[in-house]
T-cell receptor, first 118, second 113 residues
């Protein structure tokens, strides 16, 4: 079965270190997204990609970067981790409604990565 | 810009009680509306969706009707179970904003036996 996986599931790091969170999907979806989830804020969009070599900034992109070298993967990098980046991170993917014929893109979420920055 | 406002939680109900979680939205275009559910320790799963005014989405006994006149998409279930305990998120996708989802802040539901 197709799926979307994230690794690691839990990570503890120190302020100033570079951290990369992995996201891998086997849906063959063009669209991929990274969100962070914080109490009282719901999910906020960090970065997104609509295809290979395409990346875009979301609502809370400062301090984060992504790259898309293939369809399956969208790694999220924290260039210099800060305590404010302690959060739960979710990756998601979707097939474009233009391709699927649906009127709405349904996003499929990974299980999340809990990141703690000390 | 787009925004979603959800009923403040947490919500605690007894098993077999009626559930309503309110959701209202602001959008510049013609959005599609979603309810996602997050069970403890898991990612979000699509619960139901509606793509145009007056559509009713339904799944697992949950229902929500897209009300354009009141810009609302309230989630309802006639008889909740302990297994429905989770966090529920209302969201919208506006094709003018290129397929992105805007989420509400989430409502924690606890159902007691």
């Amino acid at each position: 079965d197709a799926e979307i996986t994230q690794s690691p599931r839990h990570k503890i790091t120190e302020t100033g270190r570079q951290v990369t969170l992995a996201c891998h999907q086997t849906w063959n979806h063009n669209n991929m997204f990274w969100y962070r989830q914080d109490l009282g804020h719901g999910l906020r969009l960090i970065h997104y990609s609509y295809g290979v070599q395409d990346t875009n900034k979301g609502e809370v992109s400062d301090g984060y970067s992504v790259s898309r070298s293939n369809t399956e993967d969208l790694p999220l990098t924290l260039e210099s981790a800060a305590s404010s980046q302690t959060s739960v991170y979710f990756c998601a993917s979707s097939e474009s409604a233009l391709t699927s014929g649906s009127l709405a893109d349904t996003q499929y979420f990974g299980p999340g990565t809990r990141l703690t920055v000390l | 810009g787009n925004s979603v406002t959800q009923m403040e939680g947490p919500v605690t109900l007894s098993e077999e009680a009626f559930l309503t979680i309110n959701c209202t939205y602001t959008a510049t275009g013609y959005p599609s509306l979603f309810w996602y559910v997050q069970y403890p320790g898991e990612g979000l799963q699509l619960l139901l969706k509606a793509t145009k005014a007056d559509d009713k989405g339904s799944n697992k006994g949950f229902e929500a009707t897209y009300r354009k006149e009141t810009t609302s998409f309230h989630l309802e279930k006639g008889s909740v179970q302990v297994s429905d305990s989770a966090v529920y998120f209302c969201a919208l996708s506006d094709r003018d904003s290129a397929r992105q989802l805007t989420f509400g802040s989430g409502t924690q539901l606890t159902v007691l036996p």
